[in-house]
């Protein structure tokens, strides 16, 4: 089967933050007075665990990041035609939970349909049962042999879990302990996840470990591929507010005269208008936009990927203020420091001392104020496709699982496993993103006291 | 004081221009009035008649900035800057979509957002004071850790999962109180009181914690130690000195949402039925009514001014080392 690859926009701009990741973990390495304050990061035990589940997410996200499209069957004039769905490498190996669609609404490991539905038997007489799942459960002859088989499934595949957990524990126990990181957290929450992946992977094999949707779509799927586009939000928008907030702070902080005034202008005026309006009215105009240009776009992913980029803009252009304003700050309190006056005695241009002594002493502000801002769009990606001004609606995410979730509130007995599958996975994402965030806080805020010495 | 304010209010002049011109680049710039017709009207199938008709409605039939083929004044004023923008420093916002006076909307709907914002502002702002005074009080003690524990967890859940979830528990398990709507008067607290305890606990993760480490700071200062040294007790050290000094950077954040508190909440209304101005808002996003979009932004941005100007009088009040000059 051949295929062509696909590089959407946000995948793009995922690939260039990865490569500038890692250019600037390489920069660091190589520093050991840039290292110091990491290293104070890798001994806490919370951090590294968090550091463990942000990964685990960042792989997901990472995976569902490589589009492809599949080529059709030949057709008789010779040409390639490729499919206009949009795969990655994650649909690819999650194949079944994304093709094996039920009818409607199932709950969680589930071998029947959740509402009864009339049928007629053999001799015409109409039955009202509910009726059996095209998937889920199907070897089982009987339905009352589910709870034994799902308790057997579950243990053998934490068990299986618990053994890879246990593989990887042996292999990377001394590499773990020369590096002084937290061996017994670590080794714990490893055994924890992989136990859980395991359960949940030979479960998923044979049945909707999370249930359905109102289109008969895997729960636990949307979930998984929610992760991407949350993880997008929370990253892709800091390509924005960085380069706006630093350039910008600095230069008004340092420069001072009109260029401070010009643009602690434009930052007052763009902080007074309360963001979600602005987001909300940027958002609808972009939505004009888009429906009056359908000629950009070939598949409708690239429509979605076109505002989910666009929606990072928009959140970046709305939040860089903050932190324009803390750096402006900082720069206003550097300038007088006797280093700048020196260099400026030396003769040394505007633009080097910006770049060469102040810049690098403010970085710690930036990142610190970065890790705190993921999570805080994790969330707010939620709000606003709930108010209808977040991702496309044919894009999965944690905003539209919930927003088409909480329709069936009022329905009887309650659908409730795709609410709760959404914000399980947030709040996991968003907990440990919040404290890896307190975390690197605590280690690069020089207000916070730092007598104990990591060598 | 009196000179210094109107210094200040001609000082955010130039910032309310700034968000008008804003808005008017977005909302008529960025796309043509054209485009929002045709978006309105359907895509495909639309008829230049029918375009002209709906700018002609809703008096979008004008050049944007300059009209020459008028006389005098009226090359300003006959343009959509002068009556669809300008207009709204003189608090005229037009009429929405479905031909309602905007203005008239917003003075019926702030009173059931208030009705909401307030008591949750209140009751939110003593208690969250509470609890970090409290984990203050047991700083560095198990006490503590676990009140920071389960801040960052409260912080960690999306508020819309406190509204499905309250709404759940509360009105759907419980039947305590109606799931929403709204009444004015006495009959009308069943329905506000679940939308504010809601508002009060969803957050209480992100306030308390950032108010213990206000409180924190102060404790480690100089007239602490004096007055433990006088041999105050921790409680008075806490209550008479600290909280007073930690009065202004609390300030800072809070004096500036107070009239904020007129639009209301977009989640809250919208998920309770309150007829107030954020699910007014949320109704003109979802039915694309630019105008009323248009109007909110200026609204909030107005109200933002007023709250940055009230933060510098409240200063004076709390502060007297500090003169308004």
Redesign the interface.
């Known amino acids: 089967m051949s295929f062509v690859p696909v590089m959407l926009w946000s995948d793009a701009l995922v690939f260039l933050l990865l490569l500038a990741g890692i250019a600037s973990a390489w920069y660091v390495r190589q520093r050991e007075h840039l290292l110091l304050p990491w290293r104070r990061v890798a001994t806490s035990s919370v951090a590294m665990v968090s550091l463990l589940v942000l990964s685990f997410f960042l792989v997901v996200g990472l995976l569902d990041t490589l589009h492809y499209r599949v080529a059709l069957p030949e057709q008789s004039n010779g040409k390639t035609v490729y499919s206009p769905e949009v795969l990655s490498v994650f649909d690819k190996l999650v194949t079944p939970l994304r093709a094996q669609t039920e009818k409607t609404y199932s709950a969680p490991l589930a071998v029947t349909l959740y509402a009864k539905e009339s049928t007629s038997d053999a001799s015409g007489n109409i039955l009202r049962d509910y009726p059996r799942l095209r998937y889920g459960g199907v070897h089982l002859t009987d339905e009352q042999q589910r709870d034994g088989d799902v308790l057997w499934r579950g243990l053998t595949g934490a068990l299986v879990g618990l053994m890879v957990g246990l593989a990887i524990v042996f292999g990377s126990k001394r590499w773990l302990a020369q590096r002084g990181w937290p061996l017994r957290a670590l080794l714990i929450a490893t055994l924890i996840i992989s136990a859980l992946i395991g359960m949940t992977v030979n479960l998923a094999a044979a049945y909707h470990v999370l249930g359905t949707d109102k289109v008969g779509q895997d729960v636990l799927y949307l979930s998984l591929k929610s992760i991407r586009t949350g993880l997008i939000i929370g990253t892709v928008t800091t390509l924005v507010t960085l380069p706006l907030a630093l350039l910008l702070g600095i230069a008004a902080g340092y420069l001072r005269g009109w260029v401070d005034d010009v643009i602690q202008?434009?930052y007052?005026?763009?902080s007074?208008?309360?963001s979600?309006?602005?987001i909300?009215?940027?958002v609808?105009?972009m939505?004009?936009?888009i429906?009056?240009h359908?000629q950009w776009f070939d598949t409708s992913a690239s429509r979605a990927d076109l505002r989910l980029v666009f929606l990072c803009m928009i959140l970046g252009v709305t939040s860089w203020t903050g932190l324009c304003r803390l750096l402006r700050g900082e720069t206003l309190k550097l300038r007088e420091l006797e280093y700048i006056q020196a260099a400026q005695a030396f003769g040394v241009s505007s633009f080097r001392i910006l770049t060469r002594h102040i810049m690098p002493n403010v970085m710690h502000i930036v990142l610190i104020s970065l890790v705190m801002d993921f999570?805080g769009l994790v969330?707010a990606e939620?709000?606003l496709s709930?108010?209808?001004?977040g991702v496309d609606p044919s894009m999965i995410s944690?905003g539209t699982m919930?927003n088409a979730a909480?329709l069936e509130?009022g329905r009887e007995p309650?659908v409730w496993w795709a609410?709760a599958a959404a914000?399980g996975f947030?709040?996991v994402l968003?907990?440990a993103a919040?404290?890896f965030a307190?975390a690197v806080r605590d280690a690069f805020d020089p207000r916070f006291n730092r007598t104990e010495v990591v060598t | 004081m009196i000179a210094y304010l109107i210094r200040r209010i001609l000082y955010s002049l130039p910032i309310l221009v700034g968000v008008n011109l804003l808005t008017f680049a977005l909302f008529f710039v960025v796309n043509t009035p054209d485009d929002m017709a045709r978006m309105q009207l359907g895509i495909k199938r639309v008829t230049p008649d029918a375009i002209e008709k709906w700018k002609q409605q809703r008096g979008y039939d004008k050049p944007l900035l300059l009209n020459s083929a008028a006389s005098g004044t009226d090359k300003i004023t006959g343009t959509i800057f002068w009556q669809k923008s300008a207009s709204m420093f003189v608090l005229d916002f037009g009429y929405s979509d479905d031909g309602r006076s905007i203005g008239r909307e917003i003075t019926t709907r702030m009173g059931p957002s208030l009705a909401i914002a307030l008591p949750t502002f209140l009751i939110g702002l003593v208690a969250y004071v509470s609890f970090a005074l409290l984990m203050t009080l047991f700083r560095a003690t198990a006490l503590d850790m676990a009140g920071v524990a389960l801040c960052v967890l409260l912080m960690s859940v999306s508020g819309l999962f406190y509204i499905i979830g309250g709404q759940f528990v509360v009105s759907k398990l419980w039947h305590l109180v109606p799931i929403s709507g709204y009444d004015g008067g006495m009959g009308g607290f069943k329905f506000v009181v679940l939308p504010i305890v809601i508002g009060v606990i969803g957050s209480v993760g992100s306030s308390s914690r950032w108010y213990r480490t206000i409180f924190l700071e102060e404790i480690g200062k100089d007239y602490v130690r004096t007055a433990r040294a006088k041999g105050l007790s921790e409680l008075a050290v806490l209550f008479r000195h600290v909280l007073k000094n930690a009065m202004i950077p609390i300030l800072t954040g809070v004096v500036v949402i107070i009239p904020l508190l007129f639009m209301g909440s977009l989640l809250t209304e919208s998920f309770f039925g309150i007829p107030g101005l954020g699910s007014y808002t949320i109704d003109a996003i979802n039915a694309q009514d630019f105008s009323v979009v248009r109007a909110m932004v200026f609204l909030g941005s107005l109200l933002y001014i007023v709250g940055l100007i009230l933060t510098d009088i409240s200063y004076t009040i709390v502060d007297p080392r500090v003169r308004l000059s």
Request: net charge negative; no cysteine.
């Open positions: 202008y434009v007052t005026v763009l007074s208008i309360p979600v309006l602005l909300a009215a940027a609808l105009m939505q004009v936009t429906d009056t359908p999570s969330l939620a709000v709930y108010v209808g001004v944690f919930i909480r509130m309650m609410l914000f947030m709040l968003v907990l919040n404290l307190d």
